[in-house]
């Protein structure tokens, strides 16, 4: 009898990952002609649907993260409504987030096992391998253009995993990006700099064959893929990785001395396209930041409106916490900290074997994630540990990234935010970690790291100034 009930669960998971896929590689890559019948919508509508029943039987919507995301989407909906008072397009804005946290729920529901993890993850290296293989092609059979056609139709309709810019020097730049959300190398790079980490997932000590197959050859794309982007946010995310995951082994100087060295090597390697990683070099973002500080002083509250930040600085800010700040005010970016801060804290608890002990599966009387609960996996604490250590160093690379990119409310966040919080559940089912933050001090928390990031961006840029 318990092979029916699996079947609707597996076909479920499986809309999920095609939901994951589309949402990467855009509607019209995925689905063709039929796109026209907007088949991603049906299929998000479909999951909303088969999904409600789950919720019902569980306690996810008490957690901090979801009571963020709710929050989230109504300092969206806000922001636009008090900011540009347009109604309609408080709707439309609502609506154009929702596809977004919807992958949280979505990987807490239906993707809460180890195994479901995995093919997440192979979801998201078949999303990298495929940009990376067409980008590479592109390049490949030789591009041609100057910088002044970046973003024109007819460019983009050629090269659509390529963009062509120009450095400071004035040569043209061709650097690999993906589709949709994904379309800008920075962006694309972040979610392969996410990936990277996750791979190991997949090692097994003394497994040599199998080790080198599925992770080693696959990380070494990755790493070409992120070469290919020219990305400085992205190389200095990868170095960050690096430090963090060689703290543990090396410790954290000889983490930082090797990752200085593999700075040195990237830079003579022309990792960034002959562009340089300084203050001077970096000055235009910086000025964002501060232009959108100013907004956030003119609209505290509800910001200038969600994805209106263009409009006042004719560019984004490139910078995930000046986005949040100046779009939705403090009032969205604290609802951002509430869903950051409880991921940070459950994953780092995760990822420590001093907060996690050797426990006996356990079943509570109310189940986060029923599902899980039907058949718990063997998932010791070891496991649990490194699990938590991988999302630790993927979270690492989006996060840094992040403070380049304008990416405070992308899909990849809320996936990794479900990932982390499937894992705190395995251990919490099996008795081996401590219980939630609770509500109260979440709420207090999150309060306190918001003003926080606003007093660093005001900090550091302050110091910028004072260098110039």
Same mark, same amino acid.
């Given at each position: 009898?318990?092979?029916?009930?699996?079947?609707?669960?597996?076909?479920? #998971?499986?809309?999920?990952?095609?939901?994951?896929?589309?949402?990467? !590689? /855009?509607?019209?890559?995925?689905?063709?002609?039929?796109?026209?019948?907007?088949?991603?919508?049906?299929?998000?509508?479909?999951?909303?649907?088969?999904?409600?029943?789950?919720?019902?039987?569980?306690?996810? +919507?008490?957690?901090? =993260?979801?009571?963020?995301?709710?929050?989230?989407?109504?300092?969206?909906?806000?922001?636009?409504?008090?900011?540009?008072?347009?109604?309609?397009?408080?709707? =439309?804005?609502?609506?154009?987030?929702?596809?977004?946290?919807?992958?949280?729920?979505?990987?807490?529901?239906?993707?809460?096992?180890?195994?479901?993890?995995?093919?997440?993850?192979?979801?998201?290296?078949?999303?990298?391998?495929?940009?990376? &293989?067409?980008?590479?092609?592109?390049?490949?059979?030789?591009?041609?253009?100057?910088?002044?056609? &970046?973003?024109?139709?007819?460019?983009?309709?050629?090269?659509?995993? $390529?963009? &062509?810019?120009?450095?400071?020097?004035?040569?043209?730049?061709? @650097?690999?990006?993906?589709?949709?959300?994904?379309?800008?190398?920075?962006? #694309?790079? =972040?979610?392969?700099?996410? $990936?990277?980490?996750?791979?190991?997932? #997949?090692?097994?000590?003394?497994?040599?064959?199998?080790?080198?197959?599925?992770?080693?050859?696959?990380?070494?794309?990755?790493?070409?893929?992120?070469? +290919? /982007?020219?990305?400085?946010?992205?190389?200095?995310?990868?170095?960050? $990785?690096?430090? $963090?995951?060689?703290?543990? @082994?090396?410790?954290?100087?000889?983490?930082?001395?090797?990752?200085?060295?593999?700075?040195? &090597?990237?830079?003579?390697?022309?990792? /960034?396209?002959?562009?340089?990683?300084?203050?001077?070099?970096?000055?235009?973002?910086?000025?964002?930041?501060?232009?959108?500080?100013?907004?956030?002083?003119?609209?505290?509250?509800?910001?200038?409106?969600?994805?209106?930040?263009?409009?006042?600085?004719?560019?984004?800010?490139?910078?995930?916490?000046?986005?949040?700040?100046?779009?939705?005010?403090? #009032?969205?970016?604290?609802?951002?900290?509430?869903? !950051?801060?409880? /991921?940070?804290?459950?994953?780092?608890?995760?990822?420590?074997?001093?907060?996690?002990?050797?426990?006996?599966?356990?079943?509570?009387?109310?189940?986060?994630?029923?599902?899980?609960?039907?058949?718990?996996?063997?998932?010791?604490?070891?496991?649990?540990?490194?699990?938590?250590?991988?999302?630790?160093?993927?979270?690492?690379?989006?996060?840094?990234?992040?403070?380049?990119?304008?990416?405070?409310?992308?899909?990849?966040?809320? +996936?990794?935010?479900?990932?982390?919080?499937?894992?705190? =559940?395995?251990?919490?089912?099996?008795?081996?970690?401590?219980?939630?933050?609770?509500?109260?001090?979440?709420?207090?928390?999150?309060?306190?790291?918001?003003?926080?990031?606003?007093?660093?961006?005001?900090?550091?840029?302050?110091?910028?100034?004072?260098?110039?």
């Amino acid at each position: 009898m318990a092979e029916p009930s699996l079947r609707p669960c597996t076909m479920i #998971f499986a809309l999920s990952v095609l939901y994951f896929v589309t949402y990467y !590689l /855009t509607p019209a890559t995925i689905f063709g002609p039929l796109t026209a019948v907007h088949i991603e919508m049906i299929l998000a509508v479909v999951l909303l649907v088969v999904s409600l029943p789950t919720v019902a039987k569980t306690s996810i +919507l008490k957690t901090p =993260q979801s009571v963020a995301l709710i929050g989230m989407a109504f300092a969206v909906f806000l922001s636009v409504l008090i900011a540009v008072r347009w109604p309609g397009g408080a709707v =439309q804005a609502f609506f154009d987030f929702i596809p977004n946290i919807f992958a949280f729920f979505l990987v807490c529901l239906h993707c809460n096992s180890k195994k479901k993890m995995q093919v997440v993850i192979l979801m998201m290296l078949f999303v990298c391998l495929f940009v990376i &293989a067409h980008g590479a092609i592109d390049l490949s059979r030789g591009v041609s253009g100057d910088a002044g056609t &970046a973003g024109s139709s007819q460019w983009d309709a050629q090269h659509p995993y $390529v963009l &062509a810019m120009g450095d400071s020097a004035g040569a043209v730049i061709y @650097r690999i990006r993906g589709l949709g959300e994904i379309n800008d190398p920075n962006d #694309f790079g =972040q979610v392969v700099v996410c $990936v990277i980490p996750l791979m190991f997932i #997949f090692w097994r000590p003394k497994k040599i064959f199998r080790n080198s197959v599925l992770v080693l050859l696959p990380v070494c794309v990755l790493l070409y893929g992120v070469f +290919l /982007t020219h990305s400085r946010g992205a190389l200095l995310a990868l170095l960050a $990785v690096g430090i $963090v995951a060689g703290r543990r @082994r090396i410790g954290t100087l000889p983490s930082a001395l090797l990752a200085g060295g593999l700075f040195v &090597a990237a830079m003579a390697l022309n990792f /960034t396209g002959g562009r340089d990683i300084s203050v001077d070099a970096g000055s235009g973002r910086t000025e964002l930041w501060g232009e959108s500080m100013e907004l956030l002083k003119s609209h505290p509250l509800f910001g200038v409106g969600f994805g209106s930040l263009p409009d006042y600085l004719g560019h984004t800010a490139h910078n995930s916490v000046a986005v949040c700040a100046a779009e939705l005010g403090l #009032f969205g970016l604290y609802f951002w900290s509430l869903f !950051l801060l409880p /991921t940070a804290r459950d994953v780092l608890a995760v990822a420590s074997p001093a907060k996690v002990s050797e426990g006996e599966p356990v079943e509570p009387e109310e189940e986060l994630y029923p599902q899980a609960a039907r058949k718990i996996e063997a998932v010791d604490k070891a496991e649990i540990n490194n699990l938590g250590r991988l999302l630790v160093l993927s979270l690492t690379g989006f996060l840094v990234t992040g403070w380049f990119l304008s990416r405070a409310f992308v899909l990849t966040l809320f +996936l990794l935010g479900g990932m982390v919080e499937v894992v705190f =559940q395995m251990a919490l089912q099996r008795g081996m970690i401590a219980p939630r933050l609770r509500m109260p001090r979440a709420l207090r928390d999150s309060g306190i790291l918001a003003v926080s990031l606003v007093l660093l961006m005001y900090i550091m840029l302050r110091t910028v100034n004072l260098m110039h």
